[in-house]
C-alpha cells in the first residue's frame, strides 16, 4: 500500500483552497538573508590580489572585482580547487532562485570566461 503525501496547513489556509483560493508562497527576502558587508569584504584581500595575478589575463575578471570585493575575495579563497571554484561560479552563474538581475556589464561575460579556463586546467 502507497502512503499518501500531505503538508501541515493552518485552518486559516485549508478554507482558502476549499473556497477555491490558490495559496501563493511568500518570496523570501533574499537581501536581508545575506551576511551583513563588513569593510574586509569591500577591498581584495592580498590573496585575492595574487590569484588574479596568477590568471591568464583573458580569464581575470577584473570588472567584478572592482565592484564585488567580496565575491573576488571568495573565488580566491576557493582558487586552490579549481573543481570547487567552478561550482561556486555555476551558481553565480545559474539562476536556481529565479527571478535575480544578474551581474551588470561584463560581469557575466567574465565569469564565463573565467568558467572555460578553470573547465580547461581540471579537464586532463
Not at 536581508?32 to 577591498?43: A, K, L, N
Not at 570588472?63 to 580547487?81: H, T, V
Request: charged share 20%; net charge negative; hydrophobic share 40%.
Amino acid at each position: 500500500m502507497e502512503s499518501l503525501s500531505f503538508e501541515f496547513v493552518s485552518i486559516e489556509e485549508a478554507k482558502q483552497i476549499l473556497d477555491g483560493a490558490v495559496p501563493t508562497q511568500a518570496e523570501p527576502d533574499w537581501p536581508t538573508m545575506r551576511r551583513p558587508e563588513s569593510t574586509g569584504t569591500q577591498v581584495l584581500t592580498d590573496t585575492a590580489l595574487k590569484w588574479l595575478a596568477s590568471l591568464p589575463p583573458d580569464a581575470r575578471p577584473l570588472e567584478l572585482c572592482r565592484g564585488y570585493a567580496r565575491i573576488g575575495n571568495q573565488m580566491a579563497a576557493l582558487a586552490a580547487s579549481p573543481a570547487v571554484l567552478s561550482a561556486y561560479l555555476t551558481d553565480l552563474l545559474i539562476d536556481r532562485r529565479g527571478g535575480r538581475q544578474g551581474f551588470p556589464g561584463g560581469i557575466a561575460l567574465e565569469l564565463s570566461r573565467l568558467q572555460e579556463h578553470l573547465l580547461r586546467t581540471i579537464q586532463p
